[in-house]
Antibody
Framework: QVQLQESGPGLVRPSETLSLTCTVS????????WSWIRQPPGKGLEWIGY???????NYNPSLKSRVTISIDTSKNQFSLNLRSVTVADTAVYYC??????????????WGQGTLVAVSS | QSALTQPASVSGSPGQSITLSCTGTSSDVGTYNYVSWYQHHPGKAPKLMIY???NRPSGISSRFSGSKSGNTASLTISGLQAEDEADYYC???????????FGGGTKLTVL
């Protein structure tokens, strides 16, 4: 049973970088796509981007200029860096496994989410 | 404003059937048969209920079914149970650049 767990600071200052890590347990991180998704308070879900086990990435065009997602297969972890944050980046951040035949289009395993607030 | 439109709330009584709607455009729901549905109990990890319009993952009750017509996808829950009370989100593939878009979610209340 694969489990995902997000970790990282719950508070980030405006203009700084939001950094989160997702640890995958109960299975290998290899040969899958791994995504970050967020949900601002009172709003819907937003896909941020994914990283494949090879290290290739794809990002939401609306966030592409500020996002980097990386993977460390030796630690079974992948990470999110979101630069130059503003209060609009306050959200619950989820990590999830992206699956499906080409194209991969749905998420069959999610973390519980972690709330990150952007505030001075 | 979410890319896909879902009613904010729906309610039903135990044993009833209810249908949740998810309306997109010809750029997502209307073109691709890659609609998925997620159940979310607050504080817990979201759970995949339906993928690729009408497929259930292993372990998901047959009371949950999905369909699509034009730009609108639907999730039907039959024999409503108390534990079905949750938030439900739809998602659709929207092309290789945007990848997936989500709805704003529907809060299902079991009366």
């Amino acid at each position: 049973q694969v489990q995902l767990q997000e970790s990282g600071p719950g508070l980030v200052r405006p203009s700084e970088t939001l950094s989160l890590t997702c640890t995958v347990s109960g299975g290998s991180i290899s040969t899958y796509y791994w995504s970050w998704i967020r949900q601002p308070p009172g709003k819907g879900l937003e896909w941020i981007g994914y990283v494949y086990s090879s290290g290739s990435t794809n990002y939401n065009p609306s966030l592409k200029s500020r996002v980097t997602i990386s993977i460390d297969t030796s630690k079974n972890q992948f990470s999110l860096n979101l630069r130059s944050v503003t209060v609009a980046d306050t959200a619950v951040y989820y990590c999830a496994r992206l699956v499906g035949a080409a194209p991969p289009s749905y998420f069959n395993c999610w973390g519980q989410g972690t709330l990150v607030a952007v505030s001075s | 404003q979410s890319a896909l439109t879902q009613p904010a709330s729906v309610s039903g009584s135990p044993g009833q059937s209810i249908t949740l709607s998810c309306t997109g455009t010809s750029s997502d729901v209307g073109t691709y048969n890659y609609v998925s549905w997620y159940q979310h109990h607050p504080g817990k990890a979201p759970k995949l209920m339906i993928y690729e319009v009408n497929n259930r993952p292993s372990g998901i009750s047959s009371r949950f079914s999905g369909s699509k017509s034009g730009n609108t996808a639907s999730l039907t829950i039959s024999g409503l149970q108390a534990e079905d009370e949750a938030d439900y989100y739809c998602s659709s593939y929207a092309g290789s650049s945007t990848l997936v878009v989500f709805g704003g979610g529907t809060k299902l209340t079991v009366l």
